[in-house]
């Protein structure tokens, strides 16, 4: 199965910190997203990126998140100013290599805003 | 309306039986669905995807979808305590769009 990585697994700042996610999508592929999990709730859509551009973005991707493709393979997701309701479980996902379409996810990074 | 609605359960259904999990969305445009298991602290894991109406099969698991009732639904045959995690269900309008999920159905299986 195709893998998707991304680091740190755990991320503990202090409040108003800018704080940089990074995510190794799936090799070659152009399609890259965000997502979030605040704890119990649901899976939440951040941002798609497309071949270096931002494609589609929710109500909740607002001035203080971007994204970046800082070299051919990685990917980062930077919260500028951290507020105490960005703490969640923040996944990438990747597009696989067999033309379905499907999403992978990567494991995650936890943050923790105090 | 919800845009996907799933029981968050738990559902508890003893370990060999069949657990039967369901789901409806709101975007009739939804032309792929995908099912992902989640196990506590964990990302989602794909278990499969189902574009066109009917049934498909892969292994123990078989995905059930009708989009006139906007309905569909993943039935895991013969299960194992290894399959007590949140399913959730995905909906996606098309092509490389995001996937919208549900709040997820906890199974239990219960040795």
């Known amino acids: 199965e195709p893998e998707v990585t991304q680091t740190p697994s755990h991320q503990v700042t202090q409040m108003g910190q800018e704080v940089i996610l990074r995510c190794v999508p799936i090799s070659n592929h152009l399609y890259f997203y965000w997502y979030r999990q605040i704890l119990g709730q649901k899976v939440e859509f951040l941002v798609s990126f497309y071949n270096n551009e931002i494609s589609e973005k929710s109500e909740i991707f607002d001035d203080q998140f971007s994204v970046e493709r800082p070299d051919g393979s990685n990917f980062t997701l930077k919260i500028r100013s951290t507020k105490l309701e960005d703490s969640a479980m923040y996944f990438c996902a990747s597009p696989g290599t067999t033309g379905d379409n499907e999403q992978f996810f990567g494991p995650g990074t936890r943050l923790t805003v105090l | 309306q919800k845009e996907v609605e799933q029981n968050s359960g738990p559902l508890s259904v003893p370990e060999g039986a069949i657990a039967s999990l369901n789901c409806t969305y709101s975007d009739r445009g939804s032309q792929s669905f995908f099912w992902y298991r989640q196990y506590s602290g964990k990302s989602p894991e794909l278990i499969m995807f189902i574009y066109s109406n009917g049934d498909k099969e892969d292994g123990r698991f078989t995905a059930q979808l009708n989009k006139a009732s906007q309905y569909v639904s993943l039935l895991i045959r013969d299960s194992q305590p290894s399959d007590s995690a949140t399913y959730l269900c995905?909906?996606?309008?098309?092509?490389?769009?995001?996937?919208?999920f549900g709040i997820g159905t906890k199974l239990q299986v219960i040795p």
């Open positions: 995905a909906p996606r309008s098309g092509g490389y769009q995001k996937v919208t």
